[in-house]
């Protein structure tokens, strides 16, 4: 199967030393795997574009004269993420593909791949950047000026990798070619194994967000100065993070503080200034909610981003599952960039393959081969079933 091959093409490029990678969007790594991307699209001869917002589109059949079924995923990562999260939907779709012409399907409506750019979020802060400007949800000139840790906004990246920061913004031609989306991803949690299913059909996903949490104090001589003197903004810091985690029980979500950046950073050095970046998700928009306000009482609060509540389809996610033999509807916390189109309102499904780690954004992230090869020939199948539906 031309998957294995795909596999291991990709499986090195951003790996570091402690097996985890490094991708994020427009850094060497990220580029040398847009340039597989467009090789693998050359050798099928398919038709490679690259939209405004930096995003690939890879088709096989002319997305202008009707609109087409879309696959793909993304190939950044979160830092010291896995193997699996993102580039296992890219790699199957161009298999799926591949299945395809060997079963001697013709299509009648165009078949896509894609690339989503920056779906992590993991450089700019930010995540499924290019399909959020894609459908508006993001302003370009927002997305322009985010920052790295680095100092540099995404203009100046931008610019570096031969792109016009100018051209971000909606674009309505592009969405227009999307008449369904489909997505495959590895899973990000353990359903599927207590299921003992290798493959499942998403129903839903959580609303979810990132914020911004600013905490003052006043530097100091961490030696010299009294406790009684001091303005230390790691201790409502602490709290807060502590306050997080009881508040997400009591709540029913998940709330997690990943990041957080220190000034000036200096061990024999009472803190200035601490910024942490709090995720919460959970069924309950509300709980999620409540959860923020009340962890940044303390603080000074951002949004950074924020999902609401996506409903695939139900009726399109049922006949996928019984058109891939039964296989389980689930639900997620993990956002996505099937989950930005579906909010656009594009038709969308989503497929998992099973992960017998249960464990994502890490190295022991995992899918057996069988499952992945299994998860192609579901994705054909799902292929078929829209493109079906299409030229109803």
Known sequence: MEFDGMWVAVADVGRDARGGYLRDAWSAADLELREWFRQEAGRRGLDLREDRNGNLWAWWGDPEARPGVVTGSH???????????????????????DLLREQG??????????????EEGARFGVPCMGSRLLTGVVE????????????????????????????????PETRRHIGAFVELHVEQGRALVDMDAPIGVA?????????????????????????????????????????ARTAAERRGVVATVGKVRVSPGSANAIPGHVTAWLDVRGEDEHAVRDLVAEVGAGARVGCESWSPRVEFDPALAARLAAALGGAPLIGTGAGHDAGILAAAGVPTAMVFVRNPTGISHSPEEHAEPADCHAGVAALADAIKELADELLV
């Open 203 to 243: 129903t839903s996903i959580w609303p979810h967000g990132r914020w911004r949490l600013d905490f003052a104090g006043r530097a100091d001589h961490a030696g010299t100065t009294r406790l009684a003197d001091r303005d230390d903004p790691m201790i409502p810091f602490a709290e807060a993070v502590l306050s």
């Open 140 to 171: 370009p000139d927002r997305a322009r000026g985010l920052t790295d840790d680095d100092g540099d906004t995404m203009a100046d990246v931008l610019r570096r990798a031969g792109r016009d920061p100018a051209a971000l913004g909606a674009d």
């Open 75 to 97: 190939l950044d990562s979160v830092r010291q993420g896995g193997a699996y999260d993102g580039p296992l939907g890219v790699v199957s779709a161009f298999a799926a593909i």
């Open 105 to 118: 399907v013709r299509p009648g409506v165009p078949l896509g791949v894609a690339c989503f750019t920056d």
